[in-house]
């Protein structure tokens, strides 16, 4: 009890310090400004001085003579706003080289001495104790024992962040080589757009994914730290096996829905398609055209001719919604870092994807089916078959992992439901707050109106300005 309260003492005197620093560095922008306008008031003068000074010295007066003035007058001018910023650092004891403050001890001072002796080009690099390698993925040099809860917290993150990207890495492999086999076998591929609409789904996962970030509160159990440990290796197997039975049984399906006939059709039109290609490609190689140019290749694929089919079709929405699966089910997020619940992005791509495969599946909207070349299931029970799937392969794989992770990691699976159960209201209504906000973006962005543009812009600021008004009146 004694080390929470530390630590949230700790933690409180960390924001506090932070809502401090925000208020002095408004405070010096905008008396930064008040002096800036001050100096800048007297270029004019300076340069008319200046001019005269070559005058009377006789040098030449021209128009080379008279740029040279200008760029002495324009050095003197940012030697007066050095000068002046760093008297308005020390007065509101904001050190941004360093990021502390203004020193306060021995220890501090000679520090900041240091500092200022590797500004100077005329001396060696100085290497202190604390400093770390360039490699280094993070590091701390608070001047308080913030500076260890800090680099444990960081460190538990960022083991946990390396494990769950090898297993992703491993799972999103064996899916993807499954069905590249897949349709290969029955002479099919897939579709170029279809490529495209799924990469940009996972790439927004991946993106929210590798900025997770560690809580507030450290946990006395320690993550899993090797890929070989079997609450890890057994996961990975399991649901390994869960996403391959459940596209084996998709692939069946669509081949038993399309029969024999059109599966050659199939083979028929990428053997042409693919003679075709290697004879435009023997052309362009002959003829040895002008400079590659990128916005003709990707106009060429998109424009790639395909042949759309029910196998793909089937394939592509289990794929994809297996690869966000992996990513869902892996990332555990609380008790060590940022749960799935705070991480927004991560959140809703995952939902996001389960909606719009529901959507293709039951053609809501057919121009987007025909544009990504998705072919119309033939009936209900065909589509609810299909969202079975879905839905069993990222339920499955995560019963099974919390499972494995239950028999043989009974800790880790312990702290996971304990953290889950402090789960409250609050933390879910904030998702709906960045859907919001994402679906206003589109919205004003949509619009193609620049008036608008400026609107939502100034009240964006009007409302972060008020946010920080009633910031500083709660530290005063």
Same mark, same amino acid.
């Given at each position: 009890?004694?080390d929470?309260d530390?630590?949230a003492a700790?933690n409180?005197q960390?924001?506090?310090e932070?809502?401090?620093?925000?208020?002095?560095m408004k405070e010096?922008?905008k008396e #930064?400004?008040l002096?800036k306008?001050?100096i800048?008031?007297n270029q004019?003068g300076?340069l008319e001085?200046?001019?005269r000074?070559?005058?009377?010295a006789?040098e030449?007066?021209?128009?080379?003579?008279?740029?040279?003035a200008?760029?002495t007058?324009t050095?003197?001018?940012?030697?007066?706003?050095a !000068?002046?910023n760093?008297?308005?650092n020390?007065?509101?004891?904001i050190h941004l !080289?360093? *990021?502390?403050?203004?020193?306060?001890?021995?220890?501090e001072?000679?520090?900041?001495a240091?500092?200022?002796?590797?500004?100077?080009?005329n001396t060696?690099?100085?290497v202190?104790p604390?400093?770390a390698?360039?490699?280094?993925?993070?590091?701390s040099r608070i =001047? +308080?024992?913030r500076?260890?809860?800090?680099?444990?917290?960081q460190?538990r993150?960022?083991l946990?962040?390396?494990?769950?990207?090898q297993?992703?890495?491993?799972?999103e492999c064996?899916i993807?080589?499954?069905?590249?086999a897949?349709?290969s076998?029955e002479g099919?591929r897939?579709?170029?757009?279809?490529m495209?609409?799924?990469s940009?789904l996972i790439?927004m996962?991946v993106?929210?994914?590798?900025y997770s970030?560690p809580?507030?509160e450290m946990?006395p159990?320690?993550?899993?730290? +090797?890929?070989?440990?079997? *609450?890890v290796?057994?996961s990975?197997?399991v649901q390994?096996?869960?996403h391959?039975?459940?596209?084996?049984y998709?692939v &069946?399906?669509a081949k038993?829905a399309?029969? =024999?006939e059109?599966?050659?059709e199939?083979?028929? #039109?990428n053997r !042409?398609?693919d003679?075709?290609?290697?004879k435009?490609?023997a052309?362009?190689?002959?003829?040895?055209?002008?400079?590659? &140019? =990128? @916005?003709?290749?990707l106009?060429?694929?998109?424009s790639t001719p #395909?042949?759309p089919?029910?196998?793909n079709?089937? @394939?592509?929405l289990v794929?994809t919604s %297996?690869?966000?699966?992996v #990513?869902f @089910?892996?990332?555990k997020?609380?008790?060590w870092?940022k749960g799935l619940?705070e991480n927004h992005?991560l959140?809703?791509?995952?939902?996001i994807t389960?909606?719009?495969?529901?959507?293709?599946?039951?053609?809501v909207?057919?121009q987007f089916?025909?544009l990504?070349?998705l072919e119309?299931?033939?009936?209900?029970?065909f589509?609810?078959q299909?969202m079975?799937?879905?839905?069993?392969?990222? *339920?499955g794989t995560?019963?099974?992992d919390r499972l494995?992770?239950a028999?043989?990691a009974?800790?880790i699976f312990?702290?996971?439901?304990e953290s889950?159960m %402090?789960t409250?209201?609050?933390?879910?209504?904030?998702?709906?707050?960045?859907?919001?906000k994402?679906?206003l973006?589109?919205?004003v962005?949509g619009?193609g109106?620049?008036i @608008?543009?400026?609107?939502a812009w100034?009240l964006?600021r009007k409302?972060k300005?008020?946010?920080?008004?009633?910031?500083?009146?709660?530290?005063d």
């Amino acid at each position: 009890l004694k080390d929470k309260d530390a630590e949230a003492a700790l933690n409180e005197q960390a924001d506090l310090e932070a809502k401090h620093a925000r208020k002095a560095m408004k405070e010096k922008k905008k008396e #930064f400004e008040l002096k800036k306008k001050q100096i800048m008031a007297n270029q004019k003068g300076m340069l008319e001085a200046e001019l005269r000074r070559r005058e009377l010295a006789g040098e030449p007066t021209g128009v080379t003579a008279h740029f040279q003035a200008v760029k002495t007058v324009t050095m003197a001018l940012r030697q007066e706003l050095a !000068k002046e910023n760093e008297i308005l650092n020390r007065k509101y004891n904001i050190h941004l !080289k360093s *990021g502390k403050k203004k020193p306060t001890s021995a220890l501090e001072a000679a520090e900041a001495a240091l500092d200022q002796l590797e500004d100077d080009p005329n001396t060696l690099p100085v290497v202190r104790p604390g400093d770390a390698s360039v490699a280094a993925p993070f590091t701390s040099r608070i =001047p +308080s024992v913030r500076s260890a809860v800090h680099m444990i917290r960081q460190g538990r993150c960022t083991l946990l962040s390396a494990l769950q990207q090898q297993q992703i890495m491993m799972l999103e492999c064996t899916i993807r080589a499954y069905c590249l086999a897949a349709l290969s076998m029955e002479g099919a591929r897939s579709s170029e757009r279809q490529m495209i609409a799924s990469s940009w789904l996972i790439m927004m996962a991946v993106g929210a994914f590798s900025y997770s970030s560690p809580i507030d509160e450290m946990h006395p159990t320690r993550p899993l730290n +090797s890929l070989f440990h079997p *609450g890890v290796f057994f996961s990975i197997v399991v649901q390994a096996a869960i996403h391959l039975g459940c596209i084996i049984y998709a692939v &069946n399906l669509a081949k038993e829905a399309m029969g =024999p006939e059109k599966l050659q059709e199939i083979i028929d #039109f990428n053997r !042409k398609l693919d003679k075709t290609l290697e004879k435009q490609m023997a052309e362009q190689s002959a003829a040895e055209e002008e400079q590659y &140019n =990128p @916005v003709e290749d990707l106009l060429a694929i998109w424009s790639t001719p #395909f042949k759309p089919n029910l196998l793909n079709t089937v @394939v592509f929405l289990v794929e994809t919604s %297996q690869t966000m699966a992996v #990513f869902f @089910v892996n990332y555990k997020g609380r008790p060590w870092m940022k749960g799935l619940l705070e991480n927004h992005m991560l959140f809703l791509s995952l939902f996001i994807t389960i909606g719009s495969v529901a959507m293709c599946a039951w053609e809501v909207l057919p121009q987007f089916n025909s544009l990504i070349h998705l072919e119309p299931f033939p009936d209900d029970t065909f589509r609810w078959q299909v969202m079975g799937l879905v839905l069993a392969t990222i *339920g499955g794989t995560f019963i099974a992992d919390r499972l494995v992770t239950a028999i043989f990691a009974p800790k880790i699976f312990a702290a996971m439901v304990e953290s889950g159960m %402090q789960t409250k209201l609050s933390d879910i209504t904030p998702i709906f707050g960045t859907l919001l906000k994402a679906a206003l973006g589109f919205i004003v962005v949509g619009s193609g109106n620049p008036i @608008v543009w400026i609107g939502a812009w100034w009240l964006y600021r009007k409302r972060k300005s008020m946010i920080e008004e009633a910031e500083e009146a709660a530290l005063d």
